[in-house]
């Protein structure tokens, strides 16, 4: 492959800089890299490309027709709703995904991780779906997934054995769900996903949306799953509301596990309930990013798989508003989130993967202020989007 070079950008610190890629990967980034043949780019600022850590591609409804979300009392409810809004909708799950995974594209997102819905009543056909879809998509975005057990595990007879299927089949990590809140047998849910882990070196990812001390129970237990079936740095918690609920010593306690351990946290930064304090965690050595989660779906008909504008939402809802408070967002959608689901070979660095993304913009203040919709996205050095 020949190489190509991106010339005339502005870095993270308003510095000018050029990129050089080569065979895929940055062969050399500084103010001092030049090619007759380069690329002017405009002074634009340039940005490792955005990762999703946290969507629900099988269950997206972009492109249909709008359905309007439900208000509901439990977090069942909205199960048994998604599971009839779904069951009635003949799109097969890759075709909504992959309009949505080309939206996300062309916002400068080049590595998704999505949880694939595994239950008795559709088997393992969201798994084959997703599969298709990573297949087409193999040459413009990393696809991982992960087995999601939404309906429930344990309380869900044949839910284990799906899981299991799902895991041999390719997918590469085990997710739970609440496993006090929805299957009422946490230490049976926990024994299960981290047996079925360690068993296949599979990695963990569980929402918990359980609140107050028993959300936080279960952070520690999860914690204690971790170290004892020797999976630091390969499992994550996705929301933990619990975080933002307890009281500061304890979190502190709990955050210097988290880092000892590895294990990360995802939060889609709602406005409607409590989420981890992302600084204090990030002060403690926790990695924290930022996901969308459902992105119009029959939970809700927002969403738009924007990362950028996600990395805002971070900073709105913590009312950050000074340059590092601006990178510290920007890095919950970034390298935080790279990390968060273990992406090797990430980030503006010599050897690293060509991926990222141009923007009219100065700063990082800047492009979260204004999140400028014409993007140029570079994925293994060569433009794909924009």
Same mark, same amino acid.
């Given at each position: 492959?020949?190489?190509?070079?991106?010339?005339?950008?502005?870095?993270?610190?308003?510095?000018?800089? &050029?990129?050089?890629?080569?065979?895929?990967?940055?062969?050399?980034?500084?103010?001092?890299?030049?090619?007759?043949?380069? =690329?002017?780019?405009?002074?634009?600022?340039?940005?490792?490309?955005?990762?999703?850590?946290?969507?629900?591609? !099988?269950?997206?409804?972009?492109?249909?027709?709008? *359905?309007?979300?439900?208000?509901?009392?439990?977090?069942?409810?909205?199960?048994?709703?998604?599971?009839?809004?779904?069951?009635?909708?003949?799109?097969?799950?890759?075709?909504?995904?992959?309009?949505?995974?080309?939206?996300?594209?062309?916002?400068?997102?080049?590595?998704?991780?999505?949880?694939?819905?595994?239950?008795?009543?559709?088997?393992?056909?969201?798994?084959?779906?997703?599969?298709?879809?990573?297949?087409?998509?193999?040459?413009?975005?990393?696809?991982?997934?992960?087995?999601?057990?939404?309906?429930?595990?344990?309380?869900?007879?044949?839910?284990?054995?799906? $899981?299991?299927?799902?895991?041999? $089949?390719?997918?590469?990590?085990?997710?739970?769900?609440?496993?006090? %809140? =929805?299957?009422?047998?946490?230490?049976?849910?926990?024994? /299960?996903? /981290? !047996?079925?882990? &360690?068993?296949? %070196?599979?990695?963990?990812?569980?929402?918990?949306?359980?609140?107050?001390?028993? %959300?936080?129970?279960? *952070?520690?237990?999860?914690?204690?799953?971790?170290?004892?079936?020797?999976?630091?740095?390969?499992?994550?918690?996705?929301?933990?509301?619990?975080?933002?609920?307890?009281?500061?010593?304890?979190? !502190?306690?709990?955050?210097?596990?988290?880092?000892?351990?590895?294990?990360?946290?995802?939060?889609?930064?709602?406005?409607?309930?409590?989420? +981890?304090?992302?600084?204090?965690?990030?002060?403690?050595?926790?990695?924290?990013?930022?996901?969308?989660?459902?992105?119009?779906?029959?939970?809700?008909?927002?969403?738009?798989?924007?990362?950028?504008?996600?990395? /805002?939402?971070?900073? /709105?809802?913590?009312?950050?508003?000074?340059?590092?408070?601006?990178?510290?967002?920007?890095?919950?959608?970034?390298?935080?989130?790279?990390?968060?689901?273990?992406?090797? %070979?990430?980030?503006?660095?010599?050897?690293?993967?060509?991926?990222?993304?141009?923007?009219?913009?100065?700063? +990082?203040?800047?492009?979260?202020?204004?999140?400028?919709?014409?993007?140029?996205?570079?994925?293994?050095?060569?433009?794909?989007?924009?």
């Amino acid at each position: 492959m020949t190489g190509t070079t991106y010339a005339n950008l502005r870095d993270l610190d308003g510095r000018p800089t &050029a990129i050089r890629c080569r065979n895929g990967l940055i062969e050399a980034i500084g103010p001092d890299v030049a090619a007759p043949d380069a =690329i002017d780019s405009g002074g634009r600022l340039v940005l490792p490309a955005f990762v999703e850590p946290h969507v629900h591609l !099988d269950k997206t409804l972009w492109g249909e027709d709008w *359905v309007p979300g439900r208000r509901a009392a439990r977090l069942r409810d909205y199960i048994d709703n998604e599971r009839r809004v779904l069951g009635a909708n003949t799109t097969p799950p890759e075709v909504r995904a992959g309009r949505l995974l080309g939206r996300m594209l062309a916002q400068g997102t080049t590595a998704v991780r999505s949880h694939i819905d595994v239950a008795p009543d559709i088997g393992l056909a969201h798994v084959e779906a997703m599969f298709r879809l990573r297949e087409a998509w193999a040459d413009r975005i990393d696809l991982q997934f992960v087995a999601f057990p939404q309906q429930g595990l344990l309380c869900r007879p044949g839910t284990a054995d799906l $899981m299991r299927e799902a895991i041999a $089949m390719g997918v590469e990590t085990v997710g739970g769900l609440d496993p006090a %809140g =929805i299957d009422g047998d946490p230490e049976g849910q926990l024994r /299960f996903i /981290f !047996d079925l882990a &360690a068993e296949t %070196g599979a990695g963990v990812d569980i929402h918990l949306h359980d609140k107050g001390e028993l %959300g936080a129970w279960q *952070v520690r237990r999860i914690a204690d799953h971790t170290a004892a079936a020797g999976l630091s740095g390969r499992v994550m918690i996705s929301h933990a509301y619990c975080l933002g609920m307890i009281a500061e010593a304890e979190l !502190d306690r709990i955050g210097k596990r988290l880092a000892d351990l590895g294990i990360s946290l995802m939060s889609s930064v709602p406005a409607d309930i409590a989420v +981890p304090p992302i600084e204090r965690l990030h002060e403690l050595g926790v990695t924290v990013c930022v996901g969308s989660d459902g992105i119009r779906d029959a939970w809700s008909p927002l969403g738009n798989g924007d990362m950028l504008e996600r990395a /805002f939402l971070a900073a /709105f809802r913590f009312d950050w508003n000074t340059d590092e408070d601006f990178r510290r967002a920007l890095s919950c959608a970034t390298d935080q989130a790279a990390r968060a689901i273990g992406l090797a %070979g990430y980030g503006l660095q010599p050897g690293n993967r060509a991926d990222f993304v141009l923007l009219d913009a100065v700063t +990082p203040g800047d492009a979260l202020a204004r999140r400028p919709a014409a993007r140029t996205v570079v994925r293994r050095g060569a433009v794909v989007a924009g």
